[in-house]
T-cell receptor, first 110, second 114 residues
Framework: EDQVTQSPEALRLQEGESSSLNCSYT??????LFWYRQDPGKGPEFLFT???AGEEKEKERLKATLTKKESFLHITAPKPEDSATYLC???????????FGAGTRLFVKA | SAVISQKPSRDICQRGTSLTIQCQVD?????MFWYRQQPGQSLTLIAT?????????ESGFVIDKFPISRPNLTFSTLTVSNMSPEDSSIYLC???????????FGQGTRLTVV
């Protein structure tokens, strides 16, 4: 059964303190691993899609990497506006269903 | 990208009643997805809605409880029927780009059943 586990559940950082969020996954035939940002009271906002081990993508202070078992979302020199819940999701070869992790709540203090 | 308008944004409903949530997309899309996000938890897919055919429901979700309409390529509704407090949740609709590489979400409907 496809499964996604994110850690930590919550992360508190000082502004400028770089860190990484982890997404461990089990899926039959990975068709895509997705990262989203979700602000309170809003729907998820797409960040990245990764398809194969070794792939990396960057956007501003965020960089996503992928191995065969996990993905990392690296946040470099975060700012308070980066505070949000970050969701990881995978889609396997079985169809159109996307499996979401529980998310990591990131708090960045000025 | 796609812009999704979802209504209502929130509602408080009496148990035993039903609520219909509307999802309007600014472009034509083949598939629309309905998710539930319970407090403090992640998104769970309820069903996939294709225009012109019956929705496909995930395990644990049934058509009698969550009937879905998909009358055209830009609109869908999800009804939460005979509500109980356990249905209190955020309901989200979503569409994907043609390649399935990126998904777009509505703002969500925050439902509280009392």
């Amino acid at each position: 059964e496809d499964q996604v586990t994110q850690s930590p559940e919550a992360l508190r950082l000082q502004e400028g303190e770089s860190s990484s969020l982890n997404c461990s996954y089990t899926v039959s035939g990975l068709r895509g691993l997705f990262w989203y940002r979700q602000d309170p009271g809003k729907g998820p906002e797409f960040l990245f899609t990764l398809y194969s081990a070794g792939e990396e993508k960057e956007k501003e202070r965020l960089k996503a990497t992928l191995t065969k078992k996990e993905s990392f979302l690296h946040i470099t020199a975060p700012k308070p506006e980066d505070s949000a819940t970050y969701l990881c999701a995978v889609r396997g070869a079985g169809g159109f269903k996307t499996i979401f992790g529980a998310g990591t709540r990131l708090f960045v203090k000025a | 990208s796609a812009v999704i308008s979802q209504k209502p944004s929130r509602d408080i409903c009496q148990r035993g009643t039903s609520l219909t949530i509307q999802c309007q997309v600014d472009s034509q899309v083949t598939m629309m997805f309905w998710y539930r996000q319970q407090p403090g938890q992640s998104l769970t897919l309820i069903a996939t809605a294709n225009q012109g055919s019956e929705a496909t429901y995930e395990s644990g979700f049934v058509i009698d409880k969550f009937p879905i309409s998909r009358p055209n390529l830009t609109f869908s509704t999800l009804t939460v029927s005979n509500m109980s407090p356990e249905d209190s949740s955020i309901y989200l609709c979503s569409v994907e780009d043609n390649g399935g590489t990126e998904a777009f979400f509505g703002q969500g409907t925050r439902l509280t059943v009392v």
